[in-house]
């Protein structure tokens, strides 16, 4: 059906609501209670606006369209009540904007600016109450600043089905409470920060490191576990430039409908150490209790004349390549054609973080973003077996962190020192990589190109936020470079040619590349 | 107060649940008859209300802080409610909530220090045509003259 | 005499003929009564004035939820006092009311929500209850039919939005008394979601004399579109205050003046609240109308409730004022912003003025609240408190402004 906002004759879909149909016209109808996870509350009143026909201001947020339906969202009567609502939240409302995290991203301060602009009237003394509450994980309450819309609560109640939060108390001394020392313990705790409307509920992981207006912000995606969900990385530059290294402050859910919604697990939101924290930069070779800083190049080389010593062009035992699915799609095809089919390989294990438990929303069992992807490929999840590796292997290519645990200990360990020549590709350096003896710096998700396929079979495609660390470079960049060195007349030159490559191979893949 | 209840309570809690469509309906009168077996409504009495009901604590405590018949906190042995709404104002009620205020030598939201009466003063009672009114626990007393209020405060020990 | 004395006994409520309207209407069928009741003009007797025989008509009987019966007896309107007489000295007129409200509409389940302060009316209801139970007038097939009817005593607990009728669900659910949005309306989503109908006492308590008498016969007691006789609950400066039957459309006049016995000796009427607390006030010379609600509302006022407040010339219209913002900030649930925010900001305004703090300027800004409140809330509790006390600015703002100057030199001397 139509209906008519403002000047503008739009589409609707019958059931959806006037708040619905504007905001997807990109028309702004100012709101704080609504939310589209949620069914419409109608409790902060902001959203009222003028239904031709009816007497009274209606809310855009519950009031479903009819056929034919005239709603003006600027009249001088809308403009009044928005202001006459903004002047009550306000007349309750602290002064803390020069101490509040939520400045600048904050729908009170935006709403004023643009719909409020009066003075101050309210002269009666405001309603002192408590304002720094934890309540549990990282978050703060502050009452004073509480706008009682209940989002927090209905999240709590209709998302992760926990209710730890409660609306107490009547009148003007309604406030949010919870009972006795029961907190929120939750995994997706970080979300109510997101959606507050205002600095009532705070993220101490956040608090005052920096104003909201200094960040800047580059979407990717989270690869803590299989979901995949979208996250934007929201991150302050130095400010010696000449260094171009970047400080993350903080991670934040990107809506998507197929995915994750408009979540994300706090697993994901305070993992930004993973980003920059023990990154691993220069290409290191260990040889003798020394170590030596070499160039890609000359790492590549010796690598390429190791693989070639073993003289493998049949089916050879003696190279081994421990992956894991943090390897994106567009990668891990590169191992299976270079190793598996060019090279000949049948040593290929997998070494991923184990398994946990998997809980209704978002987290999966796998703790990889790319554990479907490396399946579609045609990659079992065979964990190495340590007693071939230690017997056979002559030359091993580890790619990703997953052995850390592992070889720290003593068996893995022993295994390890019997391997002749071992090639760690990792983003972070830590324990165990001694054992190695040549380290080669490798990006993340968020330096570099490629897709993961997640859980579900979604594929998603993601650009680089930042360059790489240092001297890192994306692995299927090395992978080419690798495959040149060992002579395939393969053309691969950037990712569009693999991705196509990809495609032509894997029908699973021709999907995304439509 | 009482953190262990008796089985008649429980049992008395479980009759008046299942009158009602869903358990949870029975929160009010649930919260009455413990509130009525223990004084007031703390920790121990929401607990209990929210498991014979099927609810989260936090719910309970919901109603408890919404409505002011049922008290968090303890109160003397009889509750005066002396209404100050406008047909009651007009007929004399601050003139009786003084009176009360120096008898008993406590202002309006306090308990005497024997634990006899607490007094509260609260919106219109529904009795109108007796102002001035007040309630004593259950009991209404109506036209509360100055000259009256010792006999009524003597009926409550 | 006093011929309702002993008519909560219910040997004395049949000696009268009681309960032979519910035997008639459980012989008819549910439509026949609906439109009997619909004939009748009866409009709801709780504040909103709406027909009821229209409300029943919106409840669909053939769908696969329980229909529910809700009884609104929570009267906390200030100045109102009708249902807890009804409840205590007539409680098997209003069982008889529930019975044949309940098979009109297909309930089986009457939930009847008594405010928390009225300990002795629910001791009576009770007991009424428990004798019609005993005596085949409530419980599985009732009256020697095949219909089924339970009913519940529910007791408030001191919230007086839990009048208001989505408030009353939720409440009658085990939450907090906050107002639902409508749309949904109770008669398709209300307790636990499914269809319900709420009637006041009073409304239902008219319902055995429809059917007894004839939709025809009540409507002729009153007036076009407003049927049958109103209980008016007369209290504040009479000499006979009390509640007082009279047919719909009586005079306000002849209700305070002759019924009510007038001002006491001494005294002149100064205003007028119609219809509890929630009313805009009338000046004295607004008081010779018809008590309907078409003519209250012409007159800027409402029906209401019914609770006519008599103000006499020893009040003062501040105090008055101060009462009523008191009184629903206290009442506001707190959910939507300009209830939560507006009702205190009203309450600590007048309380500035009434300390000596105040000025003219002062009296403007509270009608400018209220008129910022108005249309913008939740629910009807908004409007109300709004236009109570803008009728008060209204029509006092010079008394006010030269009571504010009083409360000035009585705090500057002080």
Redesign the interface.
Known sequence: MKIRIDDRLLEAAEGSTVLEVALAAGIDVPHFCFHPAFEPEGSCRMCLVEVEGAPKLELACSTRVKDGMSVLTSSPRVLEARKEVLEFLLAEHPLDCPICDKAGECRLQDYYERYGRFDARFREAKEKREKIVPIGRKLLLDRERCILCTRCVRFLREVTGTGELGVFERGARTEIGFFEDWRIDNAYSGNLAEICPVGAITDTDFSFKTRTWFLERGASLCPHCGRGCNIDIEFRRTTNRAVAERRIIRVRARENAAVNGYWICDIGRYSHPYWTENRSRFVLMNKEAKTVRLSWDKALIILSEKIKGLGLRGKGGRLGLIISSFLTNEELYLIGRIFKEAVGLGNVWLADPKPQEADRLLLTAERSPNLRGARELGFESRPPDFEEIEKRIQVLLVFGSGLREASASGEVRNALDRVPAKFLFAAHTGPGDDAFDFLLPVSLIAEKSGSITNTEGAIQEFQPVWLPMGEAKPEWEVLIALARELGFGEAWTDLTDVREAMAREYPFFKKSHE | MNHEFAPQVLAEVLAVAA????R??????V??ILQRVSGSLG?AE?QLAAEL?G?????????V??????RQKPAGRHTI?VC????C??AGAEHSLACLQARLGIGAGETTADGRFTLLT??????????PCL?VD???HGIVREERLDEILGRYL | MDLTEHLFELDVYRGRGGYDAARKALGMSPDAVLAEVREADLRGRGGAGFPAGVKWGFISRDGTEPVYLCINADEGEPGTFKDRWLITHDPHLVLEGIIITAYAVGAHEGFIYVRGEYEAAALRLQRAIEEARASGLLGERILGTEFDLEVVVHRGAGAYICGEETALLESLEGKRGDPRLKPPFPASAGLFRCPTVINNVETVSNIPRILRDGARAFREFGRPGDGGTRLFSVSGAVVKPGLYEVPVGFSLKDLIFHLAGGLPPGRTLKAVIPGGLSAPVLLAEETDLPLDCDFLSRAGSIIGSGGVIVIDDGTSMLDVLGIITRFYAHESCGQCTPCRIGMSWLHKTVLRLVSGNGSRGDIDEIARVASAIKGRTLCPLGDSAALAVLALISKFRKEFESRLEECQIRSQSS
Do not use: H, I
């Open positions: 009158r009602y469509p869903r949870e309906a029975a929160l009010l009168p919260l009455r920790r929401e009901l609810l989260d604590p936090v719910r309970v405590r919901e109603a802080t919404f409505y002011p018949l049922l409610r100050v709404n406008l047909s104002s007009m609260v919106e219109c009672l529904g009795n109108c045509d007796q102002a309630m259950g009991d209404d």
